[in-house]
């Protein structure tokens, strides 16, 4: 069938909007129709680093509607309200021991612009298209395995959902699944995106004492005020280690890190009592580290964590219970755009207008 797609035809090119053609739904594939999809600044990444082969069609926190099921598919159907989500192989042994998010095939089935078949299912003019985490939502329909989807209740607005996929998950996940921090410890957020925003509304339910934000603009801080931080620090202004270490009498229990700067991971580290541990989220570059003055002479412990080491069917509608008790407002964090507008999108994510954006494509 053919659809409008934004086309990702090389580094650090602005996405075209074209027409492409997508094939019908193989086994235990579903043809969605998109409704919306979040932007996350991976899809930057990866429209600038070359982290999937050109031409691609990028997108991965899609939310839809069913429109038809491939044979073998037993848990969706036609009509059901879905968000998709990271692509996963289900047969690996961190798969079947609950942690997806460490699939042995991740990177090869979320990045490597194939199906798990190995074949495409986007083309233009003869020229197959990647597809990107196994959706590609940046289009009017996708095609993605059964595993991608999570069935959601039709009385929540569809548009909202598609970062819940991957970037709400992230920071939400990082805190409740993961760290999973005990009442009245204390943690620092660092960075006040839509990753760690989340994080902040996520230690908010576990009741910790000291729920910190560091960033360096003071808009967003004002919002995880709103959203749950005890205190905020803007990182321009002081010795960010010192003002932690004062607010939490020594340290805190737990730190997220989601901004990718090798001087705020320093930061996170030296901020931890003994026995802290640090999570990071965020795509961080080489970090030279004192291993034994930042981590093993205090017991601490750094770990990494991809979308928030999560079960995407079953941490989703938690998410979405808690939203709809009010305890987790992730709909104070979008802005809505028209889906011809994803360039500008991606400019006012960049800049900070936008903290996640959201495109209406249907």
Not at 24 to 38: Q, S
């Amino acid at each position: 069938m053919k659809i409008q797609a934004a086309v990702t035809y090389g580094q650090e090119e602005e996405f075209k909007i074209e027409e492409v053609e997508l094939s019908e739904p193989k086994a235990n594939e579903v043809l969605v129709k998109i409704v919306a999809t979040g932007v996350c600044h991976t899809d930057a990444v990866a429209r600038d680093g070359g982290m999937t082969p050109y031409p691609a069609v990028l997108g991965h926190e899609g939310a839809g509607i069913v429109e038809k099921v491939g044979d073998g598919v037993k848990i969706i159907e036609p009509g059901d309200h879905v968000v998709l989500s990271f692509a996963y192989c289900g047969h690996c042994d961190n798969c079947r021991t609950g942690h997806p998010t460490v699939c042995t095939d991740f990177n090869l089935l979320n990045f490597g612009g194939q199906m798990e078949d190995a074949t495409h299912r986007l083309e233009q003019a003869g020229t197959e298209l990647s597809s990107f985490f196994g959706q590609s939502s940046f289009g009017t329909y996708a095609v993605t395995n059964e595993r991608n989807l999570v069935k959601v209740d039709k009385d929540v607005d569809l548009s909202l959902l598609g970062p819940l996929g991957c970037g709400i998950q992230t920071g939400s996940g990082t805190v409740l699944n993961h760290l999973k921090p005990e009442f009245g410890t204390s943690i620092v957020v660092y960075g006040a995106g839509a990753v760690g925003l989340s994080a902040i509304m996520a230690a908010k339910i576990t009741s910790c004492k000291h729920i910190i934000a560091v960033d360096l603009h003071d808009s967003r801080l004002e919002l995880a005020k709103e959203l749950g931080a005890t205190h905020v620090i803007n990182g321009k202004n002081g010795d960010v280690v010192e003002q932690i270490k004062e607010i939490t009498n020594g340290g805190s229990h737990y730190g997220v890190e989601s901004t990718g700067v090798p001087a705020v991971v320093h930061q996170g580290l030296q901020s931890l009592r003994p026995l802290g541990k640090l999570a990071i989220v965020g795509a961080t570059p080489e970090v030279n580290i004192d291993v034994h003055e930042e981590i093993m002479a205090e017991g601490k412990t750094m770990v990494g964590v991809v979308e928030g080491d999560s079960i995407p069917q079953v941490f989703i509608p938690q998410l979405l219970a808690y939203y709809k008790e009010g305890l987790f407002p992730f709909d104070k964090l979008v802005k809505f755009y028209e889906f011809q507008n994803i360039n500008q999108a991606f400019e006012d994510s960049k800049s900070g207008i936008a903290i996640k954006p959201i495109l209406k494509i249907n």
